[in-house]
């Protein structure tokens, strides 16, 4: 399955850039419950019609921005689960490191820390990557503002990242659709170093030159520094959705099927999302970081 035409997405990209700024400040500051949880609703019932006709196959609107020497990409989506289901997942930070662990930078996930106050130990690396170590490390505060029937709203925030970036900002805010569906707005934010510029850069004018974005630009598709923050925050959204998609699963299957899930999301947009190597390869490696894992917290 292909992305549609860069025309198609342009038209539903441009019209809605209005109604997604009025949320977009809340990604950074992570606004009272009320008002937040008001925006968002505003936000739903204004976009009903652009996420039914999303381009992406499913109830997707994207955005991305670089402001203040910050990167953002932006998702709001419809989730066929209810909020309550939703707001139980994700408001256990346990839940985040097995869902995260799809992700190819993500090389291991560790709750650290007490139950009031939990962090996500990550191993990170630039790339998918087989071997026992991953070369950076971050630590990220894990708050639960509000997590129940009627409102959600997480945020995981880490000061520092690989390669000197910092202030890494993901929000996770969700509101119940009168359909008992939940509509969801994730985001995610860092600010890159002066050398992980130029790393980037090298690798995008040469290894990555083909690597784009979702946002239309002339003929094809916006690459650069806000192609790469379009793809991760897709990743990172398409992560929660194939978590939440199998939580009936049973513990000991569900990562697997999680992973297989996410995998044929991740196929349905050849162009952005594409790794190197097979299908089998990426689930090898992944299920031996897993298995690492579960060692590790025996």
């Not at 019609?49 to 921005?65: C, N, V």
């Not at 995008?204 to 379009?230: A, C, H």
């Not at 349905?268 to 999302?273: D, T, V």
Request: aromatic share 8%; charged share 20%.
């Amino acid at each position: 399955m292909s992305m549609q035409s860069p025309n198609r997405i342009r038209s539903l990209a441009v019209s809605s850039l209005w109604l997604l700024g009025a949320t977009w400040g809340v990604a950074t500051l992570a606004a009272p419950a009320d008002s937040a949880k008001s925006a968002l609703l505003t936000t739903y019932q204004a976009s009903a019609e652009r996420l039914r006709d999303s381009p992406f196959k499913r109830p997707i609107i994207l955005q991305s921005a670089e402001s203040g020497g910050a990167l953002k990409g932006e998702v709001h989506a419809v989730i066929s689960k209810p909020l309550p289901q939703v707001s139980a997942a994700l408001a256990s930070p346990e839940n985040w490191c097995e869902a995260l662990m799809v992700h190819p930078n993500v090389a291991g996930c560790r709750v650290l820390g007490d139950s009031a106050a939990p962090k996500l130990g990550m191993s990170l690396g630039t790339r998918l990557d087989a071997s026992a170590e991953a070369p950076y490390y971050a630590e990220f505060e894990f708050r639960r503002l509000q997590a129940d029937d009627g409102f959600l709203q997480l945020r995981l925030e880490a000061d520092k990242g690989p390669v000197g970036t910092r202030d890494y900002r993901i929000l996770v805010e969700a509101v119940p659709t009168d359909e008992g569906q939940t509509f969801l707005h994730f985001s995610y934010s860092y600010v890159p170093s002066f050398t992980s510029r130029m790393a980037t850069q090298a690798y995008l004018s040469t290894k990555g030159r083909n690597k784009v974005g979702f946002t239309p630009q002339g003929d094809g598709y916006i690459g650069g520094m806000r192609g790469g923050i379009e793809r991760n925050a897709m990743r990172y959204y398409l992560a929660l959705e194939s978590h939440l998609a199998e939580q009936a699963t049973p513990q000991s299957q569900r990562f697997e099927r999680s992973l297989q899930r996410w995998l044929d999301a991740v196929e349905q947009y050849p162009r952005q999302l594409k790794e190197e190597g097979t299908r089998e390869e990426y689930v090898s490696i992944k299920r031996s970081q897993y298995r690492r894992l579960q060692v590790a917290a025996r």
